[in-house]
């Protein structure tokens, strides 16, 4: 069946606050080689979303302007060369833009079938968070079976992800958010002690709960504000990891003698500049270690709400309002 002409997506005609978004109809991409057309379903959405649609976080030159990094649906166009899935086929995956979309183009390396009994909704709440997890956590700060790591935001979509990657593969966990309630939902994933970062100290209570050691990794979207305390909590050996600057990106002071006395290695990344390559290693790994853990209901996505496709800026403002636990999708059912 052909593709149509025209499709809905949102436009962004100018940058600013979630009210410049608009519904509009342009023309369907067409695939290019090594890409898949996904006819979307669901799409989540993400800080990097917001980032861009403030004018913070630009698309790369060769990326669809159209918001959207990660998506669910149907597979109902093929790029020369793609030979890992036919027409029909149900996926997800990581888009590198354009997912706010009725269609979408996928690389296919960064795409994903869609898990045993998922749909397309569970399905849009998983790419981007366990890409970035996945590939800063366990392939960067190199996180093990035994090992402590304190997870900032634990509430967020890529909290929720990591505690229970986390407590899958054996590692102990503590998470900082903004609530009781937050920290409460933080310990029910997997989390062995919540800390309301509003009136409680993370480094002192990571002190006492580690018998003074710290713990072995950070798992970081704050950035600035929590550097130096962030170096305070690590142990000897440990690893932080900044995936994001909620909390700014330039420390005014920073006191590096913690990073040589306790041999620390300091880490970070984003996913969007990361190679087609880089990103497919990150794919192949997540079908083969995490997929499984999906399938078998020892990790899920927590989803905080889904939103009609005409609601996307209603789905902004709640992001923004950092009210949510788990994550926020798009239904383009």
């Known amino acids: 069946m052909p593709l149509p002409s025209e499709m809905r997506y949102v436009d962004l005609p100018s940058f600013g606050g979630p009210e410049v978004m608009r519904l509009a109809t342009g023309p369907v991409p067409l695939p290019r080689a090594g890409e898949l ?3 979307v379903e669901a799409a989540g959405v993400n800080r990097p979303d917001v980032a861009q649609r403030s004018g913070n976080y630009p698309a790369p ?4 302007p159209i918001l959207g990094l990660e998506v669910a649906g149907t597979v109902v166009a093929l790029g020369d060369g793609v030979t890992d899935f036919r027409i029909g086929d149900r996926v997800c995956g990581l888009a590198n833009g354009g997912g706010y ?3 979408c183009a996928l690389p296919a390396g960064q795409a994903l079938p869609l898990p045993n009994g998922y749909d397309a909704v569970k399905a849009a709440a998983l ?14 700060a190199g996180l093990t079976e035994g090992e402590t790591v304190l997870i900032h935001g634990g509430s967020s979509g890529i909290g929720t992800t990591a505690i229970q990657l986390a407590k899958a593969f054996g590692a102990e966990i503590y998470v900082t958010a903004g609530s009781a309630e937050k920290c409460r939902a933080c310990e029910r994933l997997g989390a062995r002690r919540g800390i309301n970062y509003r009136d409680e100290d993370f480094v002192e209570i990571i002190k006492a709960e580690t018998g003074g050691k710290g713990v072995d990794v950070i798992l970081d979207m704050i950035g600035a504000s929590y550097f130096n305390r962030n170096l305070s909590a690590l142990g000897k050996d440990g690893c932080l990891s ?4 909620l909390g700014g990106a330039v420390a005014e002071t920073v006191n590096l003698t913690p990073i040589m ?3 620390l290695t300091v880490t970070g990344s ?3 500049p990361r190679t087609a390559e880089e990103k497919r290693a990150i794919r192949d790994e997540l079908r083969d270690q995490v997929w499984p853990l999906l399938e078998e209901g020892a990790v899920a996505p927590v989803i905080h709400a889904v939103l009609p ?6 789905a902004h403002r709640l992001m923004e309002t950092s009210s949510h636990i788990g994550k926020i999708v798009l239904d383009l059912r």
């Open 37 to 39: 057309i996904v006819k």
């Open 61 to 64: 030159r060769d990326a669809s």
């Open 101 to 103: 979309a009725q269609y």
């Open 127 to 140: 790419p981007e968070t366990f890409f970035t997890v996945w590939a800063n956590l366990f392939q960067m």
């Open 242 to 245: 900044i995936i994001a600057f």
């Open 261 to 263: 006395v306790k041999r």
């Open 270 to 272: 984003t996913m969007r």
């Open 309 to 314: 496709f005409d609601q996307v800026v209603e």
